[in-house]
Each structure stands twice: as C-alpha cells, then as structure tokens.
C-alpha cells in the first residue's frame, strides 16, 4: 500500500513536472497543482496586484490632469468672455467715432459752401466799394461844390462806410468759419 501511494505520488510529480503552463487557463489540473506548489500563482497574484497599483497610479494622475485642464479651461473661457466684451466695446467705440467722422464731413461740406459762399459775396463788396471809391474820387475831382453832387458824394461815402462794416462782419465769419 505504501509502494502504491509512493507510486501515486511519483507518478503525479512526474505529471506536473511535464506540465509545461503554469497558467490555469492553460495548465489545466497538473499545471494548478505546479503552479500551486512552484509559488508561481502567488507571483503572478503579485504582479497582477502591483500592475493594478500601478494603474490606479495612472487613472489617479490622469484625474488630477483632468481636473486642472478643466480649471485651466474655466479660467480660459473667462478670459475669452472679457476679452469678447473689451472687443464688443471696441465695436461700439468705432461705430461712435465713424458716426461722428460722417458728422463732421457733413459740417464741413456745409462750412465749405458756406465759406465759398462768403467769400464770394466779399468779392462782390470789395468790387462794389473799389467802384464806390471810385465815384467818391471823381467827385471830388471834380470842385464843383454843387450840393446834388455834395449830397451825391455823402451818400456814396455813407453806402461806403456800410459796405465796409459788411466786409469786416463777412471776414470775421470767414475767419471763423476757417478754424
């Protein structure tokens, strides 16, 4: 009886020893009782539990990315909103100054026909008042002293004199209209 558990027990040594996988998908019985005996389950128990470790290691460090590239996003997107409301502003800015660039080029075509306008009517003063002068010189050229060429003259001196203020009211303006 002693010889058949020795042979037994031989026989089964013998069969793990030809079992080639320790693996117990692939070993099968003979390669479970191997891989039991050898310690070879305990060391892929091992190495399965410290790559688990190591990639809750990794799933740990992703999160931690993951949450400050979530942060940095936030952080970006506020920056973007200010920067959209700041070029919102900027817009609103341009459109007030376009407006008034389209005001000012209407005021100044209108200041310009009103300068030509001006000028135009100094011209006309400046001729009538060299004519005037001119009718005052042949009056007075003349010594008769008769009072219709006297009262004449006065009347030419008077139209002189207001032409004169005229052009002085008219060249204010121009001069102001200029600036």
Known sequence: MIVRIILVISLILMLTGCAA???????GLFGGIRGLST?????????????????????????????????E???????????RKRLASLDRDVARLEKKINSLK???KVSASKLKDL???????KKEMRSL?????????????????????????????ALEKEYKTLLDLTLQLGQ
Do not use: F
């Open 21 to 27: 996988s320790t693996d117990p998908h692939q070993g």
């Open 39 to 71: 310690g070879e389950y305990d060391r892929r128990i091992q190495e399965r539990q410290a790559h688990l470790a190591h990639l809750r290691q990794v799933q740990r460090e992703l999160h931690q990315q993951t949450a400050s590239l979530e942060a």
């Open 73 to 83: 996003k936030k952080r970006l997107s506020k920056e973007l909103e200010g920067e």
């Open 106 to 108: 209407r005021r100044e």
């Open 119 to 125: 000028k135009a009517r100094v011209a006309a003063l």
């Open 133 to 161: 002068n001119t009718d005052i010189d042949a009056l007075e050229g003349s010594g008769l002293g008769d009072t219709d060429i006297d009262l004449k003259r006065k009347q030419l001196e008077a139209q002189r004199k």
